[in-house]
């Protein structure tokens, strides 16, 4: 574990004993957020806090498509088809130049035995073509680029399957880091986005785990906000260092939500407020 | 009529004085988001704080915390976990987000909420 430190008060409260699998652990969730909120469709948890709050929903849809987003997707995809000094891009390491990838991502990588997120692939592209890689909390660059290939699959249905025992533990390491407590607050990721999915934080309603995975990256004051990005802001908000980015731990929690989120629609650039 | 206002003036002040006196500083904690942040999770009354929608925690009010000496809200304050397992509130003195005299003026400001 790379932090220790912010780890050691760790409390398992919201843990189930012995994990029982992946598709064990989302059906238990799907369940308790359904009896919780039984009025909320599970597809709409990719709205967000909108999910909760008729108020934001209507904000949300006065604001759809994000009035920012449009730079954002230029940028990206100038970024994504920019040609390398070897005269390939980006769009070409991926199959179909990067249409509907998405939905695959955070794989597990067989030969590593880690998680590859799109962060990750977008780097092993420029590094094999020789060129710089980027950080993966540049939103100006990264976040562009993941806005414009997210993009590219919209409305595609999630598809990251947990089907190998390897994959299991890796969903695993990710639920356990979402459902530990950690930072002076001593919160888990969990404490708000499941136990307290849809209850007020201010005024703010907490958006539900499911959703995490669909809805990234959101624009918000013109920038597109990975899921990554989300992760380490709240990690800072509940007052524990937050996981580098790029991390193993952060690629985890990644895969642990995406493979949540498994069946339901990618539906990425929305607005969202500060 | 003008001593009468002023009359009427100084009663409402001497009326409100046993919660004004405390209160500032432990009104203060409980909203500002750098120290207890409690007013994210509860709603207050009236006008002891800030209208919100919160609804995380139950909402805060003088009949809600009659059960609660100042030795009980103390130890919540504390460290809720201890009375309540899988609480999201946090350890404000456990992990000192609050000074042991920061969590005495929260709980004046509780035991004065009308």
């Known amino acids: 574990m790379r932090f220790p430190e912010i780890l050691a008060a760790a409390l398992l409260a919201l843990v189930p004993a012995a994990h029982a699998g992946a598709n064990a652990v989302r059906a238990d969730i799907a369940a308790r957020l359904a009896a919780a909120h039984p009025g909320v469709a599970p597809s709409d948890y990719a709205l967000g806090a909108a999910a909760f709050d008729a108020e934001r929903r209507a904000q949300l849809e006065a604001n759809t498509p994000a009035p920012e987003a449009a730079g954002i997707l230029a940028e990206g995809k100038r970024l994504w088809t920019r040609k390398f000094k070897n005269g390939r891009s980006l769009a070409q390491c991926f199959p179909n130049g990067g249409r509907r990838i998405a939905a695959a991502y955070p794989q597990l990588e067989a030969k590593s035995k880690r998680i590859v997120t799109l962060e990750t692939a977008v780097n092993q592209c420029l590094r094999t073509h020789g060129e710089p890689i980027l950080e993966a909390a540049d939103a100006a660059a990264m976040g562009a680029i993941l806005a414009y290939v997210r993009s590219l699959a919209e409305g595609q249905k999630i598809a990251v399957r947990v089907a190998t025992p390897l994959a299991e533990e890796r969903f695993e390491q990710g639920r356990r880091l979402y459902f530990t407590r950690m930072g002076q607050q001593n919160y888990a990721c969990a404490s708000c986005h499941l136990q307290s999915a849809g209850k007020y934080f201010g005024n703010t309603a907490l958006p539900a785990a499911p959703g995490a995975a669909s809805r990234w990256p959101y624009v918000r004051e013109g920038r597109a906000v990975t899921l990554q990005a989300q992760v380490r802001e709240c990690l800072e908000r509940m007052g524990a260092a937050p996981f580098p980015a790029g991390s193993d731990e952060l690629s985890q929690v990644d895969y642990f939500l995406t493979a949540l989120a498994t069946g339901q629609t990618i539906r990425p650039n929305a607005w969202r407020p500060r | ?114």
Not at chain 2, 46 to 57: E, F, Q, R, S
């Open chain 2, 1 to 114: 009529m003008r001593a009468a206002l002023r009359l009427l003036a100084i009663a409402g002040a001497l009326a409100s004085a046993p919660v004004s006196a405390q209160a500032p500083d432990g009104r203060a904690l409980f909203i500002r988001p750098d120290k207890g942040n409690c007013i994210a999770c509860h709603q207050l009354p009236g006008a002891a704080g800030p209208a919100t929608k919160a609804d995380i925690g139950p909402p805060l009010d003088g009949a809600r915390l009659k059960g609660w000496d100042s030795e009980k809200l103390r130890a919540l304050l504390e460290d809720p976990a201890r009375m309540v397992p899988d609480t999201v509130k946090p350890p404000y003195g456990r992990h000192r987000i609050l000074e042991a005299a920061e969590i005495d003026r929260l709980v004046e400001f509780l035991r004065a909420l009308p």
